[in-house]
């Protein structure tokens, strides 16, 4: 796998390259029957509209061990499918992370050549330390690297990193 990342406190940007079609990546960012496949595998709601809302469910084992139903909230800004889809992220899985200062979350999807889609992901996290230490892990078993490196693998072998 082909990706690359740039970390700090405030902004995140990551870069993978999926041999998959625009369309496809859409539709496993924005569709929770694809959400529920690979990541933290739950589910999503997205109203696709600007000012529409953005909600990320637990999946049950997670809600199971006690995070709230909803992990994560926000509104589209923008939505131009299957190319760039802009949004606001706020964490409210954890009190101290809910705390912190709105993000901010663009996905950009460039198909390239030979059916290669390289897909850019810019998570903004001013003024949001903790939220931004949990989506960089660099531990690698968690945040967007991992998420990321479970769709593409997702999406290029019809199964999940964990099988």
Request: a negative charge.
């Amino acid at each position: 796998m082909t990706a690359t990342t740039q970390t700090s406190v405030t902004t995140q940007v990551y870069r993978v390259y999926i041999k998959a079609a625009p369309e496809a990546i859409w539709d496993a960012i924005t569709k929770a029957d694809w959400t529920q496949k690979y990541g933290y595998a739950g589910r999503v709601e997205y109203d696709l509209r600007p000012g529409g809302a953005y909600r990320a469910f637990a999946s049950q084992e997670i809600w199971e061990i006690g995070a709230p139903w909803v992990i994560v909230e926000g509104k589209v800004l923008e939505a131009d499918p299957p190319n760039k889809l802009v949004q606001t992220w706020h964490p409210v899985w954890d009190q101290e992370i809910a705390a912190e200062a709105l993000t901010y979350l663009r996905w950009e999807i460039e198909q390239g050549p030979g059916g290669v889609t390289k897909l850019t992901v810019t998570h903004e996290l001013d003024g949001a330390p903790k939220a931004a230490a949990r989506v960089a892990d660099p531990s690698g078993g968690a945040g967007w690297s991992y998420i990321l490196s479970d769709l593409k693998t997702l999406l290029e072998t019809g199964a999940p990193l964990g099988g």
